[in-house]
Each structure stands twice: as structure tokens, then as C-alpha cells.
């Protein structure tokens, strides 16, 4: 079964720093483009980071010289660097990626289940 798993997520104070993982499983060849995104309570799932499959990233305003985003092709997983985190960075974290199946030879997209972060004051 071909899956993302994110993982990492937690409270920190602000200021404070926290890494996010998402490993990609199942029978795939590797991973093409990978974008986190975010969803804070009320809120509409908005990008916030992606890295292409040749390693060309791209950040909201918001997070830009605070967040990496990053990609070890080797162990399938894609991570998330998040420095001075800020109370306004709450919210449940994504990881949406386009994932080449060795079944099919075709790129199919696929979600994470989400990791939580919070940000406390």
C-alpha cells in the first residue's frame, strides 16, 4: 500500500524549533514534487513550502528564511525545518506528494494524514 506518513509535529514554545518528516512507503519508484501545507482550525488548507524533483524549493512569504524544506531521495522522505516558530504557525501540518509507482509507472498524488503543531505564546 503506497502511503505518506508525516511525523514530528508537537508544542513549542515560540521561538523554538521543530523538524517534520514524511516518509513515502509502498511500492514506488521514488518521489517527483512534494509541498507541505497547513491548516489551521476554521482556516482552508493553504501551501506552504515545495521542493520540485530536481531540488528547486519555493516558501510562502511568511515562512521564507524560516522554514527548509528538503529531500533525501534515498530513503524516500521529505522534511520540514521549522525555525522561530511563532504562535501563528499553529496549525495541523500536510504532506501532499507526487509519488512514481513501480505498478503502473505512472506519478500519482497522494496526502499525508497530517501532524499537529503547536505554537505557544
Known amino acids: 500500500q503506497v502511503q505518506l506518513v508525516e511525523s514530528g509535529g508537537g508544542l513549542v514554545q515560540a521561538g523554538g524549533s521543530l523538524r517534520l518528516s514524511c516518509v513515502a512507503s509502498?511500492?514506488?519508484?521514488?518521489?517527483?514534487?512534494v509541498g507541505w501545507f497547513r491548516q489551521a482550525p476554521g482556516k482552508q488548507r493553504d501551501l506552504v513550502a515545495q521542493?520540485?524533483?530536481?531540488?528547486?524549493?519555493n516558501y510562502v512569504p511568511s515562512v521564507k528564511g524560516r522554514f527548509t524544506i528538503s529531500k533525501d531521495n534515498t530513503n524516500n522522505t521529505v522534511y520540514l525545518q521549522m525555525n522561530s516558530l511563532k504562535p501563528e504557525d499553529t496549525a495541523v501540518y500536510y504532506c501532499?506528494?507526487?509519488?512514481?509507482?513501480?505498478?503502473?509507472?505512472?506519478?500519482?498524488?497522494?496526502w499525508g494524514q497530517g501532524t499537529q503543531v503547536i505554537v505557544s505564546s
Open positions: 521542493i520540485t524533483s530536481g531540488g528547486i524549493t
Open positions: 501532499n506528494a507526487d509519488l512514481i509507482l513501480i505498478a503502473t509507472k505512472r506519478v500519482m498524488n497522494y
Open positions: 509502498g511500492s514506488i519508484f521514488g518521489i517527483n514534487a
